[in-house]
T-cell receptor, first 111, second 112 residues
Framework: ETGVTQSPTHLIKTRGQQVTLRCSSQ?????VSWYQQALGQGPQFIFQYYREEENGRGNFPPRFSGLQFPNYSSELNVNALELDDSALYLC??????????FGQGTRLTVV | AQSVSQHNHHVILSEAASLELGCNYSYGGTVNLFWYVQYPGQHLQLLLK??????LVKGIKGFEAEFIKSKFSFNLRKPSVQWSDTAEYFCAVNATTNKLIFGTGTLLAVQP
């Protein structure tokens, strides 16, 4: 177990809806990153939060947004869902020199 | 743009065979390198990492990887695989930012 927990584990949404995914980071880690993993591909970086501020963003549109809270937990919000947003969404927490530790992910299906 | 290439998409081995999975990255500066493993139904787990120092890195479960800077490579090796090593293996790199760039993964199936 990594200590990184994500909720929910599975989710089905309709195209056009909005979704919020949640992540609790490992104790002592103040950096949280979100990744999208489509079937058969490696995880793709969405963005990273450090001490409640966005600290880097990948090639994802603005309808992907996030938050980090004072306890370093985090949310990923996706607006106006599209069919191609169907994927496994991974949260990872990290501290300098340790590498990133991943949660089990949230499997999002958009129909 | 930084990228990571994993040459083998699917590898099938018999137990006790030796394993080497290739990983090459494109970036000319200082990098941190990682191998992650994803067992069926489980989360991504860190196998090993290279930040600096000895280019031969030893990780968990008997895995090791060698960083060869001149070849931009970080190949994963294990002398003798077990059925329980069946999983998907991802190479990843981070360079100028904290984001991890992953390869497309290699599915390893070990036959008993």
């Amino acid at each position: 177990e990594t200590g990184v927990t994500q909720s929910p584990t599975h989710l089905i949404k309709t195209r056009g809806q909005q979704v919020t995914l949640r992540c609790s980071s490992q104790s002592g880690h103040n950096t949280v990153s979100w990744y999208q993993q489509a079937l058969g591909q490696g995880p793709q970086f969405i963005f990273q939060y450090y001490r409640e501020e966005e600290n880097g963003r990948g090639n994802f549109p603005p309808r992907f947004s996030g938050l980090q809270f004072p306890n370093y937990s985090s949310e990923l919000n996706v607006n106006a869902l599209e069919l191609d947003d169907s994927a496994l969404y991974l949260c990872a927490s990290s501290s300098p020199g340790q590498g990133a530790f991943f949660g089990q992910g949230t499997r999002l299906t958009v129909v | 743009a930084q990228s990571v290439s994993q040459h083998n998409h699917h590898v099938i081995l018999s137990e006790a065979a030796s394993l080497e999975l290739g990983c090459n990255y494109s970036y000319g500066g200082t990098v941190n390198l990682f191998w992650y493993v994803q067992y069926p139904g489980q989360h991504l787990q860190l196998l090993l990492k290279y930040f600096s120092g000895d280019p031969l890195v030893k990780g968990i479960k008997g895995f090791e990887a060698e960083f060869i800077k001149s070849k931009f490579s970080f190949n994963l090796r294990k002398p003798s695989v077990q059925w329980s090593d069946t999983a998907e293996y991802f190479c990843a790199v981070n360079a100028t930012t904290n984001k991890l760039i992953f390869g497309t993964g290699t599915l390893l199936a070990v036959q008993p």
